[in-house]
């Protein structure tokens, strides 16, 4: 999938495990949301064949509670693949805020997900990279999800149903920790480690069928404005375009930020990994 696009990425939204993702516009004045994948992880060929294959499967599928694709870009070296809306927030970022949620809105969460990848089983696709970055929250406070497939057609790894599932057990024990409906996710994640997600998704949502966030989620949609405060833009310094092949990406720089820098960023270690590294090459240290 190789189309003409212009694409203004405006400000770094976070850095995941298929790349960075950008909040964007386009000449008309759209807002959207660009992932720009790793350079290192599309270097091959056959790498960009699978995650185009992967793409053009989920766009024509167009399951519900999937972000919708619009366009994969790319020119000789880079790619980037467009949605609809800003992804943001994340359900990674709720559950970093550690802010306490109104009654049943994590339940409404967790069966927002197992809806969705039921939808995507449904028409012989799965996630394969299903985690709390992955779940998008919507200004109505429902759940939706982004990257699907993309992880897994880059290390070209099977469509595998059990993966989702043992996924969405993992992420009903994160919620869990932030929902006053806890031992109803503990729960449901028990279930869908049988591997039967539709029963652990149908269980979960009779028994937080009462709580009064469940449906209307009019709690948790006031609470998502506040989550993640929206980061530093990028000052409109110097542009440089990448024109190849048809394809038209501007990207905008702050001064003195190397092109490089933005182009294929890299997470900086936290302390706990660089004392692990360290404490591999020199097993005294302290």
């Known amino acids: 999938m190789q189309t003409n696009s212009e694409l ?10 298929c790349g960075t993702w950008w909040s964007a516009g386009t000449p008309g004045g759209q807002t959207l949301g660009t992932l720009q994948l790793d350079p290192d992880l599309v270097a091959q060929p056959a790498v960009r064949d699978r995650v185009a294959a992967i793409v053009a499967k989920v766009r024509a599928a167009n399951p519900p509670g999937v972000l919708r694709t619009t366009e994969l870009v790319y020119d000789a070296r880079r790619a980037w693949l467009v949605v609809a809306t800003v992804p943001k927030p994340t359900l990674a970022d709720l559950l970093a ?18 809806a969705a990848l039921r939808e995507l089983h449904a ?16 200004g109505a406070g429902a759940a939706a999800l982004t990257e699907v497939g993309v992880l897994a057609a880059v290390r070209d790894a099977p469509i595998d ?13 994160e919620l869990a920790a932030v929902a006053p409906e806890a031992a109803l996710l503990h729960r449901a ?11 652990a998704a149908r ?8 709580l009064p966030d469940f449906v209307t ?18 000052p409109s310094q110097h542009t440089s375009t990448v024109d190849s092949v048809g394809v038209a ?20 270690p936290d302390a706990a990994a660089r004392r692990g590294l360290l404490r591999r090459l020199w097993p005294f240290s302290r």
Not at 189 to 199: E, F, M, N, P
Request: aromatic share 2%; net charge negative; proline share 10%.
């Open 249 to 268: 990406v501007r990207l905008r720089f702050g001064p003195g930020v190397p092109d490089e820098a933005l182009l294929n960023p890299r997470p900086a």
């Open 123 to 138: 028409v012989g696709l799965s996630h394969g990279d299903l985690s709390a970055g992955t779940v998008i929250l919507t």
């Open 217 to 234: 989620r009019d709690g948790l949609s006031v609470l998502l404005p506040s989550l993640a405060p929206a980061p530093p833009r990028i």
């Open 8 to 17: 203004w990425l405006d400000h770094t939204l976070r850095i995941g495990a």
């Open 97 to 114: 805020a550690g802010v306490p949620l109104p009654p049943g809105a994590a339940a409404g969460i967790a069966v927002d997900v197992a």
């Open 161 to 173: 149903i059990a993966i989702d599932t043992c996924a969405w057990g993992a992420l009903a024990h």
């Open 189 to 199: 994640a028990q279930t869908a480690a049988s591997g039967d997600l539709a029963a």
């Open 203 to 210: 269980r979960l949502a009779l028994e937080s069928a009462d």
